[in-house]
């Protein structure tokens, strides 16, 4: 099975850095997203990682280590409209590859 | 490219109701999830199928639950008979493949309501 876990909420200052962190115990892994869901819309797709390292996309980064079971997701110069949740999520290695989500780290950015 | 569909997006029902969402996938996308979101919860895959078969369904609630996807396209989703439990948001998704290094699409789901 999996188990996910990150921080239930956070909050920083607009113009800041924050770093949203996520550990997970699995079974099998086939690679790590984060996605981004701002209140009553879809969860839209930010970052994967499958090796280890850093994986940088604008002022979103993300990072991953395999043999701890660990990932951030890095979020700098922070603006008002990045308040939202952040969903961690694994990819098993089983025949349907789906993907098991954490429960979400909800992100007040604060003026 | 057209997103991924649903509908309707609310629904309000009372508890033993019978209620179905539907869903149209991206076009050429052969996996399509279904996931349910309670609020302050990440979402919980029910349902995946691969064209018009069924790859996991094992955390579907299957005394209550059932879907199906004719022709490996549209896809929908019922209940019956719903609990007050059932209220959430239920996402569809869809992906190229299973193993997408670009995860998947959703869409913007439809969210219930049992009273």
């Known amino acids: 099975g999996q188990n996910i876990d990150q921080p239930t909420e956070m909050t920083a200052t607009e113009g800041a850095i924050v770093q949203i962190n996520c550990t997970y115990q699995t079974s099998g892994f086939n690679g790590l997203f984060w996605y981004q869901q701002h209140a009553g819309e879809a969860p839209t797709f930010l970052s994967y990682n499958v090796l280890d390292g850093l994986e940088e996309k604008g002022r979103f980064s993300s990072f991953l280590s395999r043999s701890k079971g660990y990932s951030y997701l890095l979020l700098k110069e922070l603006q008002m409209k990045d308040s939202a949740s952040y969903l961690c999520a694994v990819r098993g290695s089983n025949a349907g590859n789906m993907l098991t989500f954490g429960g979400g780290t909800r992100l007040m950015v604060k003026p | 490219e057209a997103g991924v569909a649903q509908s309707p997006r609310y629904k309000i029902i009372e508890k033993r109701q019978s209620v179905a969402f539907w869903c149209n996938p991206i076009?050429?996308?052969?996996?399509l999830y279904w996931y349910q979101q309670i609020l302050g919860q990440g979402p919980k895959l029910l349902i995946q199928?691969?064209?018009?078969?069924?790859?996991?369904d094992s955390q579907l609630p299957k005394d209550r639950f059932s879907a199906e996807r004719l022709k490996g396209v549209d896809s929908t989703l019922k209940i019956q008979p719903a609990k007050l439990e059932d209220s959430a948001v239920y996402l569809c998704a869809s992906s190229l493949e299973s193993a997408s290094g670009y995860g998947y699409t959703f869409g913007s789901g439809t969210r219930l309501t049992v009273v």
């Open positions: 199928f691969q064209n018009n078969g069924v790859v996991d």
């Open positions: 076009s050429g996308h052969a996996t």
